[in-house]
């Protein structure tokens, strides 16, 4: 799987909102509702450290506003036996009918007194499906949920490969106060490939302090055998299969840093104090002579990394207004605009400058670009920028692309408490429904479906199962890791 996810992988956003959220998506008040990962909540409610607002997508607020509107609801937990190992639904037949609930995994970490940690990185093999927690990564069967391997980290996790390669991934873990432990896992068995420092510790500097890096953690790509960790003050290549370094670069501190490799190695980086942010095509062996180098002006806004192939980077503010992104086709050769798709306010994203999720809602494949919206997904043309269609489902919910495949798409319709989520197959050419499948009514997997998608990351959309991933904050021990949905290509 070198190919990372079209959804992309940009740098922090800004201190600000990042983007619009609906009139609907405002609640004045956030219910705290009952984990559907937890038994019982505190009476108390609120208190702790909460996720920033900028790491919020506009779908959480969405959900919340239909909360509101049902009056509040409460959860309770996933059944099962081992409370180790994956959670059989309640209510759910054996046979893994479509829109069944499968299997679910609870958290396996628990964060501290601190408040947020991180559960980045998400990866695939043929059969597997592998999470990292804040100081674990564990494998599970697809198909079954059945824990395959996991192993703890040393200590906290830092940044992880937004791809995989051959089977291997990267991730960053503390040592001591600094985030310079690198360490390379092979995910069908979980065994250490390769670990190495990225600098000696004393060369750290703050922007390898995750209590001092500010808006510039550190982030990883692979790309072509390669591993490239870019942070605020400096750069470098590794290679895959063994870590040993093949370059680096210093430069004074960056305030933002953003990545993404797969078909491309792409750096996006504000940095010097200038008014600019270069985008750069690099060479892993290379670094300080990059295949092209492009320079855009601050005043334009915040950019992120949607996809590397095709190049589509995100910009916020939109160019026609002060809300919502454009979404910008760059040539691959020489990093120039080619086509631009403007903000519509038809629309309904998260934010596209999440570190590690990438914008919520947005997809590309070879020559579209698809959106989500309220009650609708729209498709885009990436040469001409123009609409091809409009797929048009339940108006009071978001709905959005997950994969695109023998000339099919995907559309998922999320969960709310009351209401049950689907999954539409329609015409990649026109958009018209092929087919529809209603997920489990039964209330707690209703329910349960619900809560995850409040959660950060991306529906994935994998070996027939629709799996509802956390990707991003790990705030409490209520959040859970993975909820799958039987999702069959092809009817029953």
Not at 411 to 426: E, F, I, K, N, S
Request: with cysteine; hydrophobic share 35%.
């Amino acid at each position: 799987m070198s190919q990372p996810p079209q959804y992309g992988y940009p740098p922090q956003p800004p201190s600000g909102p990042p983007g619009p959220l609906p009139p609907a998506a405002q609640p004045p008040v956030r219910p705290v509702p009952l984990s559907p990962f937890s038994a019982s909540a505190s009476a108390g409610g609120g208190g702790g450290t909460g996720r920033p607002a900028w790491r919020r997508p506009a779908l959480i607020g969405l959900v919340l506003a239909l909360l509101l509107a049902a009056g509040g609801w409460a959860l309770w937990s996933f059944t099962g036996d081992d409370p180790s190992g994956p959670k059989k639904p309640g209510g759910t037949a054996k046979a893994a009918a479509a829109g069944s609930v499968v299997w679910m995994a609870d958290s396996r970490t628990k964060p501290d007194e601190k408040g947020l940690k991180e559960a980045m990185g998400t990866w695939f093999t043929d059969s597997l499906v592998v999470k990292a927690e804040p100081d674990m990564v564990t494998a599970y069967d697809i198909a079954t949920g059945k824990k395959k391997w996991s192993f703890l980290l040393t200590k906290e996790l830092c940044a992880a490969s937004r791809e995989s390669a051959g089977n291997i991934a990267v991730v960053s873990v503390r040592f001591g106060d600094v985030c310079t432990h690198l360490m390379a896992f092979d995910l069908r068995d979980g065994h250490r490939t390769w670990e190495e420092l990225l600098v000696d510790e004393k060369d750290a500097g703050d922007s390898l302090n995750p209590a001092k890096w500010a808006k510039a953690p550190p982030e990883i790509a692979l790309y072509d055998g390669h591993v490239y960790m870019t942070w605020a003050q400096g750069e470098q290549t590794r290679r895959l299969s063994d870590g040993k370094v093949v370059a680096e670069a210093k430069r004074d501190t960056c305030e933002r840093v953003g990545s993404a490799g797969g078909a491309r190695l792409i750096a996006i980086t504000y940095c010097d104090g200038t008014r600019s942010v270069k985008v750069r095509s690099l060479d892993p062996a290379k670094l300080d002579k990059p295949k092209w180098e492009q320079q855009l002006s601050r005043n334009d806004g915040f950019f992120s990394i949607i996809s590397t192939d095709p190049l589509v980077i995100s910009q916020h503010p939109s160019k026609s207004g002060p809300n919502g992104y454009d979404f910008v086709v760059l040539d691959p050769d020489s990093g120039k605009e080619k086509t631009r798709i403007t903000y519509q306010s038809r629309w309904l994203l998260g934010v596209c400058q999440l570190r590690v999720s990438g914008c919520t809602g947005a997809m590309t494949d070879k020559d579209s670009l698809y959106v989500s919206g309220k009650g609708a997904t729209f498709a885009y043309d990436l040469a001409t920028g123009k609409e091809r269609w409009a797929f048009k489902a339940d108006e009071n919910r978001y709905t959005m692309p997950l994969s695109v495949k023998n000339g099919q798409i995907a559309l998922y319709t999320v969960a709310t408490p009351d209401r049950r989520g689907r999954m539409t197959y329609a015409d990649k050419s026109t958009g018209k429904s092929i087919r529809t499948v209603e997920h489990s009514d039964v209330d707690r997997d209703r329910k349960n479906e619900a809560m995850m998608n409040r959660i950060e990351g991306f529906p994935r959309l994998v070996n027939d199962r629709l799996l509802l991933i956390n990707d991003g904050g790990f705030e409490d021990d209520q959040a859970g890791m993975i909820f799958a949905i039987s999702a069959p290509a092809k009817g029953d």
